[in-house]
């Protein structure tokens, strides 16, 4: 481009406009006073436009004040861009794709322990509820929530989470603990509404033998993490997946109302393209999230 004046004239300039003189801008760029008003000259001339009011001090016209913004954000992206692409010398990328919940809730804790266990794999997390079909530009890996039925792809049994309902101190000061798994069809029930991959109230009930077909659920949700922030707001009761509810069981903002244990109809599964599994930056992350899922299911057991 004719108008694209050389990266040192952008850059006269750019100093020139955080500067009240020619003789400051002059030494932070280490070059001489003449040198910075012949760059800018050269500029002006360029561009056909006068980008400077001279005097006493520098003041900027209405067009250089328009440009100024423009070239400090280029130099600050083309430095940013600079610094991140040499942090990354040496680093192996690898594309994960999950549902948005885990990437949240069981996974992006975790990630600082692959990092230090790991620090040579750079993961790009991509999140998503629906299954990718692994073309040329889909990720390298999945972690699918599912049957681990999943014909031509490589997958490997990860866990499967334990289902219990959780409330909030708050909730339970108002309605009292329950003793037993029946006198929660007294309480507000709350469930996330939409794939049948999500738990149900039904099936842990029947599971710890109470015979209710269609117990009543006072409110539904369209996403888990909204299901799990109601709770605790004290609005119900949510029939939660272990995994998703670790920190808050820890920090005391949500109980877990019965030790009974109730295994998910379906698991959490890694999943590549056949022959991907073997390649040592795949093989390092599998292993890492294997012993992640040991440690995690027996902590529920």
């Known amino acids: 481009m004719k108008d694209l004046p050389p990266t040192a004239t952008l850059r006269a300039f750019e100093v ?14 280490h070059i001489t006073q003449s040198a910075v008003s012949h760059q800018l000259i050269n500029l002006e001339e360029t561009w056909g436009l006068q980008l400077f009011h001279r005097g006493k001090s520098l003041r900027l016209t209405p067009a250089g004040a328009a440009l100024a913004p423009i070239v400090r954000d280029f ?39 692959l990092s ?27 972690i699918r929530f599912g049957t681990g039925h999943y014909p031509g792809l490589y997958s490997e049994f990860l866990f499967r989470e ?4 959780v409330a909030s101190p708050a909730l339970l000061g108002t309605f009292g603990r329950p003793r037993e798994p029946a006198e929660l069809l007294r309480y507000p029930l709350l469930t996330r509404d939409g794939a049948d991959l999500v738990p149900k109230w039904e099936h842990w009930f029947q599971h710890v033998g109470v015979g209710v077909s269609a117990p009543r659920e006072n409110v539904r949700f369209a996403d888990t993490n909204m299901t799990i922030a109601a709770a605790l707001l004290g609005q119900g009761v949510a029939l939660a997946r272990s995994g998703h509810v670790e920190a808050e069981l820890r920090e005391g903002t949500l109980v877990r109302l019965f030790d009974i244990p109730c295994p998910a109809p379906v698991a959490y ?5 056949k022959g991907l599994e073997i390649q040592t930056h795949l093989a390092d992350f599998r292993d890492w999230l294997l012993a992640e899922s ?5 902590r529920y057991q």
Not at 16 to 29: D, Q
Not at 123 to 139: C, G, H, N, Q, Y
Not at 162 to 165: E, G
């Open 16 to 29: 020139a406009t955080r500067h009240a003189t020619f003789t400051s801008a002059a030494e932070e760029l």
């Open 75 to 113: 130099f600050a992206n083309l430095n940013a861009t600079l610094a991140d692409l040499r942090e990354q010398q040496g680093k192996i990328r690898l594309t994960v794709s999950t549902t948005y919940s885990f990437a949240l809730k069981w996974l992006l804790p975790r990630l600082p322990n």
């Open 162 to 165: 334990q289902l219990f309902p």
């Open 294 to 298: 040991r440690e995690a299911q027996a």
């Open 116 to 142: 230090r266990q790991h620090p040579e794999l750079l993961v790009t997390l991509e999140t998503s509820d629906k299954a990718i079909a692994f073309s040329r530009t889909d990720p390298e890996v999945a």
């Open 269 to 273: 599964y890694f999943v590549c393209p």
